[in-house]
């Protein structure tokens, strides 16, 4: 089992303080590395150039696109519900924090290692759209509030295939591991995958399949973008953030879809496990090469209507995930 | 006017005024859409126009004939050629003008590589109305091929003044029909090309199919022409029922469908662009060799009092001119009937009791161009 921080600093609130600046440090990271990669994906589907101007490859181009956010103004409109308004970008990027701590990147190495991560993962998720709901609300604004309005139904809505497919390996990994296992734990998951030798997207196919949907639209990723649809709502619940508030929002959206890509790697594709490269170069090649498969569906394809979103989870993705909960658990029994 | 809406908001209270433009990202160009919705729906909806003014129908009574030339191709920009050769043969039928067999042809090419270059951009900016941003840089890329080639012969990329009342500015060359052989070329495997990106694509089909209907009765009450009426079953297209220039000398089809929504004028549009790569093959095949403007071309000239009409096939619709002239210099009056304003004028209609998801999709379907309709 991995050690965690906590087991291996004495003092607990050194403990504390090293995990959130590792992942402070990792997220800012991820995020500048995924916008970048993002614009020369994009660029790449379009057949453009993308950045080249900062840095080799426009690798910069982003840091200095971080700056200029943070030397802007912050303009705060007039009207706004202030507490909701000024709360909003927090709230919306703390979670997001929490939920990165959560995840082994090796067998050796996870800031913790909790019997319940997976749940606090999702809980985490959850939590988020609190926060966009009272960007919407609070800034005065209706296409924010159409936004916000939108993001709610969506992501409540599109949490429990989430979470359906999700507990079909949760269910897989206990019947397979004996009494001592809890398919909760994201370190035991991944264990079992390379004990295994096979990744679980093998025997899941549909929860991975379903997982996936279900993840583009939490993190309001193309075809699923409704909440922000710039063509029809400007920029969603967010129209009325600017500088650094903006940019928490844009933080958060990317660390999001690094989350969601871990916990698809860790669930399907065997976490840190595989041959010769250490643990953590697999973990990040797996989890950037899902995110690098949300991108592209973001260039290739337009946008579902509000409602057609809506009727596409409750009536396939809801169902076909119940049914697969109930194979998963009757063929469990069986073997 | 803003204390006024927020006032009917909070009166009715379910119902509520949302002001979509003229400034909105995806709004095209300075339209300003006046909705009034209970949760997402559409109850009621009204276009506002006027922001992009310019007053071109009176600049035109202020200045001679030959000098109203350049604003014709800034009416609408996209198909600015169309407009700017139109207005020359509205004149030349005034005036009993004869133009130049080669002349003749190299109008017909001139005008069709405008439309297409024109459909290209709407279809851009309509797959970027429901989402999908990379077929509008394909698209985009196209449609330079043809800005290039028409750069090449007007010297300018969008707002042309080619033509001259009984001919051309400027004589095309050979690199010209190398370079237009090759756009048509390349054209056929890019058509392929959009249908398996952007035509066979599930959601796609999901946002057009059977959204923003316009049928044929509803087309004749406002006026509506061009793919519009055609998606809904009417076979009317100026360049076949009253043909102008040399437009009967060549073999193309005017494609209909009946559905008549969106997908329909998607369909249309595309088969447009085939036929008209069609003619653009057979005009390069037929040019003759000889001069663009007739020996004495006139300059400065009084037409007799009167009234003339002329109409070309835009690529939005059904374009007519109407002049009159009371015997001097300068026009007595230059009416502009533009067909964006036509079209646009059956979406109140249209709109009611859509989604706001459908707003910009259903309006960007239908292909305006503002300041055509402002003038």
Known sequence: MPETVTQMV????????????????????NALFLVWLERKA??????????????????????????????????????????????????????????????????????SNL??????????????????????????????????????????????????????????????????TNGM?????????????????????????IYFIAALAETNRAPFDIPEAESELIAGFHTEYSGMRFALFFFAEYANMFIVAMVATVLFFGGWSGPVLPGPAWFFIKTYGIVFAMMWIRWTFPRLRFDQLMSFCWMILIPLSILNLLVTAFIARAV | MLEEIRDEGAATGERYVLNMGPQHPSMHGVLRLRLELIGEEIQEAEAVIGYAHRAHEKMAENRTWPMFLPNTSRVDYLSGMIYNLAYC??????????????????????????RISSHLLWLGTYVMDIGGLTPFLYAWDDREQVLNILERITGSRLTYSYGRFGGLTMDVDD??????????????????????????NVIFIKRSEGVGIIDAETCRRYGVTGPNLRAAGVAYDVRKDEPYGIY???????????????????????REIEESLKIVGQALRDLPEGPIMPDKPKKKFKPA??????????????????????GSETPFKIKLRTPSFSNLAAMPEVLRKTMVADIIAIVGSIDIVLPEIDR
Request: hydrophobic residues 50%; aromatic residues 10%.
């Open chain 2, 305 to 326: 009092a009167g009234e003339t009409y002329f109409a070309v096939e835009a690529a939005r619709g059904h374009f007519g001119m109407y002049l009159v002239s009371d």
């Open chain 1, 42 to 111: 994009s660029a790449w589907i379009q057949r453009r150039m993308g950045p080249t101007e900062v840095g080799p490859f426009g690798v910069l181009q982003t840091i200095a696109d971080m700056l200029k956010l943070l030397s802007k103004q912050l303009i705060t409109p007039k009207h706004i519900d202030k507490p909701l308004y000024h709360i909003a970008p927090v709230l919306v990027f703390v979670p997001v924090v929490a939920a990165t701590s959560l995840f082994p990147f090796d067998e050796h190495i996870a800031l």
């Open chain 2, 248 to 270: 009967d000398r060549f073999d193309f089809e005017v494609p209909t469908l009946t559905t008549a929504d969106s997908l329909a004028r998607y369909d249309i549009r595309i």
């Open chain 1, 10 to 29: 004495d003092s607990p609130a050194l403990a504390i303080l090293i995990g959130i600046a590792g992942v402070m440090g990792a997220l800012t990271f």
């Open chain 1, 115 to 180: 019997d319940i991560g997976l749940v606090l993962v999702f809980a985490f998720g959850g939590l988020g759209i609190v926060g966009i709901f009272m960007a919407g609300w609070g800034s005065n604004n209706k296409y924010a509030l159409l936004g916000a309005m939108r993001s709610v139904a969506q992501n409540i809505s599109y949490e429990i295939p989430l979470i359906l497919s999700a507990l079909s390996v949760v269910l897989m990994v206990n019947t397979m591991g004996g009494p001592e």
């Open chain 2, 89 to 114: 043969q509205a004149v030349e039928k005034m005036l009993e003008i004869e133009v130049p067999e080669r002349a003749e042809y190299i109008r017909i090419i001139a005008g069709e590589l405008n």
């Open chain 1, 185 to 209: 734990n994201l370190a035991q998951v991944a264990q079992m995958q390379h004990d295994k030798g096979y990744w679980f997207v093998l025997v899941q196919p549909v929860a991975a399949l």
């Open chain 2, 175 to 200: 690199v010209f029909i190398k370079q237009t052989q090759v756009f048509l070329e390349r054209m056929k495997g890019r058509l392929v090309e959009y249908d398996k990106l952007v035509r066979q």
